[in-house]
């Protein structure tokens, strides 16, 4: 180990960890920003899309500098049931998104953060944050001790350290997800030529239906520069369910194989050569995952670690929300230096910022939408439903139904009651 006292030690090279060192650095602290893994971002599996205006509000280099792979240009949404298939597709006007590979992304916030003064120490485990008298005091690693005014916890979903404060705890298996996902490998004009791509765009695709075999969860595919990320987020605790009663028959590995293979999708990366494959443990977002408090003497929670994701189903921010909720932990330290100390009293602001945020005001918009996600309606019966209507509208031989009547048929067909869909679309529209 280096020196073995700091005014700030950051625990986790992530987005947040990344941003609040180079934000505190830059302020004129002596940072440590520590891992577990090699290099930061290491053990990060993410690569898909992330909103760029948060990011930009800190480097504003960003456009220019970043391992930016494409700028979103389309989003789209389908639902899929056995080979029908329905398409929602939005085209963007502005650099809105990107895609990227987190471990890039994330070992540019580090060198950032190191250009500004930060110490970055990788292949460290922090095993304990150290609390004397009601204060945090440092962090431990093995024998060794790194004393710190104020410690950063931006450890991820795996929140040992404030398991042990008591400050969180063990996470139920419903507020989790298994996130898999592939790397296909194809030529960056094949990519822009079947997605229907300008040079330089990209897309970003969400998935729900029969993909998953009813485990809540769903599919998604993100065009990067000359490789494509596809794959599925499924949650852990009703595919524990459905394992234990006989119900789920396939492995993950084979869900997301039959994904590839599906006949809609595959041609969109025929010839395309998997180049790497891997699987982590997501958090669903929302409040009930957020920590007692996210601060006490010494200690700023940011990240993952505080349950700062938004998930509608339609989109999920998490890069974007980490950095900004690291962004207002930084503000909240060099406002209390100034005051005089980190103590409970002032760095309870950070809390109250966050509340104040653009990210608090989504969560509580969604507030109960992990709920929704669990009901196994959205990921079987509505697929099959708006699937079955698509195909009464656009694969009829002579007469063209009505939009009412391909419904009621459709709803026949499916066994659903008309009141049972009005009664669950209205569920999630006000969660939505």
Same mark, same amino acid.
């Given at each position: 180990m280096v020196r073995d006292r700091f005014d700030i030690v950051i625990v986790g090279a992530g987005p947040a960890g990344c941003t609040a060192a180079y934000l505190l650095a830059k302020a004129g602290f002596s940072v440590l920003l520590v891992d577990r893994g090699r290099g930061a971002g290491s053990k990060l599996l993410w690569g898909g899309k992330a909103y760029a205006q948060p990011l930009r509000d800190i480097w504003p280099e960003l456009d220019r500098e970043a391992p930016i792979h494409r700028w979103v240009s389309r989003d789209r949404f389908s639902f899929v049931w056995g080979d029908r298939v329905l398409t929602l597709e939005y085209k963007l006007g502005r650099k809105v998104a990107f895609t990227a590979y987190l471990p890039e992304l994330v070992s540019w916030m580090a060198r950032k953060a190191e250009s500004v003064g930060a110490t970055f120490i990788d292949e460290v485990v922090i095993d304990e944050i150290i609390v004397r008298d009601g204060v945090v005091y440092g962090v431990r690693s093995g024998n060794d001790i790194i004393r710190a005014n104020v410690v950063v916890d931006a450890e991820g979903i795996n929140r040992m350290l404030l398991e042990k404060l008591g400050l969180a705890s063990k996470p139920n298996p419903y507020s989790l997800s298994l996130g898999v996902k592939e790397v296909l490998s194809l030529d960056s004009k094949l990519i822009e030529e079947r997605f229907n791509l300008d040079k330089g765009e990209g897309l970003a695709w969400l998935v729900a239906g029969d993909i998953t075999k009813g485990i809540p969860g769903g599919g998604f595919i993100y065009t990067m520069r000359d490789s494509i990320s596809i794959g599925l987020v499924l949650s852990i605790g009703h595919a524990a369910d459905m394992a234990e009663k006989g119900l789920l028959k396939e492995h993950v590995s084979s869900l997301v194989e039959s994904f590839r293979l $599906?006949?809609?999708?595959?041609?969109?990366?025929?010839?395309?050569?998997? *180049?790497?494959?891997?699987?982590?443990?997501? *958090?669903?977002?929302?409040?009930?995952?957020?920590?007692?408090?996210?601060?006490?003497? !010494?200690?700023? =929670? =940011? !990240?993952? %670690?505080?349950?700062?994701?938004?998930?509608? !189903?339609?989109?999920?921010?998490? =890069?974007?929300? %980490?950095?900004?909720?690291?962004?207002?932990?930084?503000?909240? *330290?060099?406002?209390? $230096?100034?005051? !005089?100390?980190?103590?409970?009293?002032?760095?309870?602001?950070?809390?109250?910022?966050?509340?104040?945020?653009?990210?608090?005001?989504?969560? =509580?918009? $969604?507030?109960g939408i992990e709920d929704v996600f669990r009901d196994q309606f959205f990921f079987t019966k509505l697929p099959a439903l708006a699937t079955r209507i698509g195909a009464k509208l656009f694969e009829s031989d002579y007469e063209e139904p009505s939009m009412l009547r391909a419904l009621l048929d459709s709803a026949r067909e499916e066994d659903i009651s008309i009141l049972r869909i009005i009664y669950k679309l209205g569920r999630v529209a006000r969660k939505l």
């Amino acid at each position: 180990m280096v020196r073995d006292r700091f005014d700030i030690v950051i625990v986790g090279a992530g987005p947040a960890g990344c941003t609040a060192a180079y934000l505190l650095a830059k302020a004129g602290f002596s940072v440590l920003l520590v891992d577990r893994g090699r290099g930061a971002g290491s053990k990060l599996l993410w690569g898909g899309k992330a909103y760029a205006q948060p990011l930009r509000d800190i480097w504003p280099e960003l456009d220019r500098e970043a391992p930016i792979h494409r700028w979103v240009s389309r989003d789209r949404f389908s639902f899929v049931w056995g080979d029908r298939v329905l398409t929602l597709e939005y085209k963007l006007g502005r650099k809105v998104a990107f895609t990227a590979y987190l471990p890039e992304l994330v070992s540019w916030m580090a060198r950032k953060a190191e250009s500004v003064g930060a110490t970055f120490i990788d292949e460290v485990v922090i095993d304990e944050i150290i609390v004397r008298d009601g204060v945090v005091y440092g962090v431990r690693s093995g024998n060794d001790i790194i004393r710190a005014n104020v410690v950063v916890d931006a450890e991820g979903i795996n929140r040992m350290l404030l398991e042990k404060l008591g400050l969180a705890s063990k996470p139920n298996p419903y507020s989790l997800s298994l996130g898999v996902k592939e790397v296909l490998s194809l030529d960056s004009k094949l990519i822009e030529e079947r997605f229907n791509l300008d040079k330089g765009e990209g897309l970003a695709w969400l998935v729900a239906g029969d993909i998953t075999k009813g485990i809540p969860g769903g599919g998604f595919i993100y065009t990067m520069r000359d490789s494509i990320s596809i794959g599925l987020v499924l949650s852990i605790g009703h595919a524990a369910d459905m394992a234990e009663k006989g119900l789920l028959k396939e492995h993950v590995s084979s869900l997301v194989e039959s994904f590839r293979l $599906h006949p809609y999708f595959r041609v969109y990366w025929r010839e395309a050569d998997i *180049i790497e494959y891997g699987g982590r443990m997501a *958090i669903e977002g929302g409040l009930s995952y957020m920590p007692k408090k996210l601060y006490t003497n !010494g200690l700023l =929670v =940011v !990240g993952d %670690a505080a349950g700062l994701l938004v998930n509608t !189903g339609y989109t999920i921010r998490g =890069v974007d929300t %980490a950095v900004t909720s690291a962004r207002l932990a930084a503000e909240t *330290i060099i406002e209390a $230096h100034n005051k !005089g100390g980190f103590t409970e009293d002032n760095l309870r602001a950070y809390e109250e910022k966050i509340k104040r945020s653009y990210i608090y005001k989504e969560l =509580v918009e $969604h507030r109960g939408i992990e709920d929704v996600f669990r009901d196994q309606f959205f990921f079987t019966k509505l697929p099959a439903l708006a699937t079955r209507i698509g195909a009464k509208l656009f694969e009829s031989d002579y007469e063209e139904p009505s939009m009412l009547r391909a419904l009621l048929d459709s709803a026949r067909e499916e066994d659903i009651s008309i009141l049972r869909i009005i009664y669950k679309l209205g569920r999630v529209a006000r969660k939505l």
